[in-house]
């Protein structure tokens, strides 16, 4: 039966559903960078709470993530250099988690609000890449 078969089913190439996660991963990503492009009040009122928080220069560290944002991501698209791509975005998202989401709770929406479940599943998504292109470990002879 036809159904038996999807019980049973093994990956026939599992790097082609890794690339829709590669791919659509960065694609999200970007989509907040290219944003940024666009909304210079919303680049001003971030580095305001940037700064606000302690770091200096926010604006500055905005334009910074904005960069890396967009240029980690087109590398992911492109498949060059993925491992510092998804180490890029990990930073931004880790520390987005941390500083901003984390206080919120788990929920982006629903039964709360600007909480963390979004990044943790884009944090999952990199990291699944990120593991998949580490380069191997030289085996001792």
Same mark, same amino acid.
């Given at each position: 039966?036809?159904?038996?078969?999807?019980?049973?089913?093994?990956?026939?190439?599992?790097?082609?559903? &890794?690339?829709?996660?590669?791919?659509?991963? #960065?694609?999200?990503?970007? #989509? $907040?960078?290219? $944003?940024? !492009?666009?909304?210079? /009040? @919303? +680049?001003? @009122?971030?580095?305001?709470?940037?700064?606000?928080? @302690?770091?200096?220069?926010?604006?500055?560290? +905005?334009?910074?993530?904005?960069?890396?944002?967009?240029?980690?991501?087109?590398? !992911?698209? !492109?498949?060059? &250099?993925? +491992?510092?791509?998804?180490?890029? $975005? &990990?930073?931004?998202? +880790?520390?987005?988690?941390?500083? /901003?989401?984390?206080? $919120?709770?788990?929920?982006?929406?629903?039964?709360?609000?600007? @909480?963390?479940?979004?990044?943790? &599943? !884009?944090?999952?998504?990199?990291?699944?890449?990120?593991?998949?292109?580490?380069?191997?470990?030289?085996? #001792?002879?």
């Amino acid at each position: 039966m036809m159904i038996q078969k999807w019980f049973d089913a093994v990956p026939g190439d599992a790097s082609r559903g &890794l690339d829709i996660v590669r791919v659509m991963t #960065a694609l999200n990503l970007m #989509a $907040h960078g290219v $944003h940024g !492009l666009f909304d210079p /009040e @919303g +680049v001003r @009122g971030f580095g305001g709470y940037l700064s606000s928080i @302690g770091f200096p220069f926010g604006v500055g560290w +905005v334009w910074a993530i904005i960069v890396i944002q967009i240029a980690s991501s087109v590398l !992911l698209i !492109l498949r060059r &250099l993925v +491992v510092p791509a998804c180490i890029g $975005h &990990l930073v931004i998202l +880790v520390a987005g988690v941390w500083l /901003e989401h984390a206080p $919120h709770g788990w929920y982006v929406v629903g039964p709360g609000a600007n @909480g963390m479940e979004y990044s943790v &599943l !884009l944090i999952a998504c990199l990291v699944a890449v990120l593991w998949t292109y580490w380069p191997p470990r030289a085996v #001792a002879s």
